[in-house]
């Protein structure tokens, strides 16, 4: 292919729209219920007129300076405090671009705190092995020690060795709500109560469970206690841009503290160029993703965001009992949420070879991300239209296993991509 060079002519409006279009011919299915990750699909069309809507209105704006869209600014403060008060906190917090984002930032905040009010020039970060990459991507970025502790066979934070894992230099402990790989909830409580005993902060990463455990509890699933009720969490993120069901671009990074929270502001003047002030690690910050936020929360509201929670629920609860209906297949760990791995039952006589299930459910036009213990799936209420057609081609995966393109199993690919 020749080398892009940067366009010689202009070219019209509908010969661009045109190409646009045209380059989508590859793309995942997602609107067709064929991927399991990246996009989260509510099966709403009335969600997605309101949020196409509501970006278009507020395409051009800037959130950098909250001075200059006042009901821009509104908005994110009023969604602060609603997910705030979702999560029972005292609404100390603010808006990012995404979970990668409000986790870089409570990584900041924790060793910012412990260089000032705890005077531990290198605090170290404390996560089990199922913490999402984010956490090492902070550590590397901000340059904070990490110390991973491996999870129990249940796949939860094994709350000994965390403790073990622990010394003075310790700055904060976090626990997944639920964690990407298996979908299941760290023991928070123990966990906070840890940290509390030690004096050091506790993170609860709740990118996956922010918006949606709150109503998965209020529709009778079990949760285990893990937000603010929970002494000893100091500080949440939650995403909106994936069970929240708005588009990319909304998290919360939410602190029990003002003080804590204050941690992550930046103010600067030492320019010819004025004061300078940012609350999060962006500068130019785009106004849409906070507008959808708000619309979505608002429009949705509790009846909404109930409405999807059962329909999720009632869909998880056909793929996990379709998938461990297969012989030769188990679920690694039962989910606590509608996150989950399906790996090879390693007690039958001749184990399936669950890379060469992923090959065919690829040539069906399936996309499962692959771990290194197996497949994931991670469902949305749309699944529910697909599960059928999704559970026949996945018995016929595993009946045809010994016959695909005898590939070697290809774990770890885009395992964990968003
Ligand atoms: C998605 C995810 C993140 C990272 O969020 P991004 O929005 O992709 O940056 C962090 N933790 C968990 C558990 C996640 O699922």
Partial sequence: MEKPQFPSESSSVDDVLAEVRARRGDDFDWRGGKTFSLVYHPDDEDLDRLQEAVARE?????????FAFPGLTAMEMEVIEWGSGLLNGPGHGRLSSGGTESIFLAVQTMRDHARAKRGIAEPVLVTAN??????AKAAKYLDVEHVKVPVG????????????AMDERTG???GSAPCYPYGVIDPIAELAGLAAAAGVLCHVDACLGG???PFWERIGEPVPPWDFRVDGVTSISADIHKYGWTFKGASLILYRSKDLLAEQFFLYDDWPGGLYGSATTAGTRP????????????????PGYVALARTLRDTVNVFRDGVEAIDGLV???????????????????????IGAVGDVMDDRGWHLDRQQGGLHLMLWPFHARVAEEFLADLRHAVANAGESRGVAASYGGIAGAD
């Fill in 58 to 66: 507020y395409l051009h704006e800037n959130a950098l300076n909250p």
């Fill in 153 to 164: 066979a249940d796949g939860r934070a094994d709350v000994s060795a965390m403790a073990a």
């Fill in 130 to 135: 199922t913490a999402h990459p984010a956490f």
């Fill in 211 to 213: 918006l949606l455990l």
């Fill in 331 to 353: 679920i690694t760990h039962r989910p606590d949420m509608s996150v989950f791995e399906f790996g090879s039952d390693p007690d039958v006589d001749d184990p399936v070879d």
């Fill in 172 to 174: 904060m402990v976090v």
């Fill in 287 to 302: 106004a849409s993703p906070i507008a959808s936020a708000w619309a979505t929360i608002r429009h949705l509201g509790e």
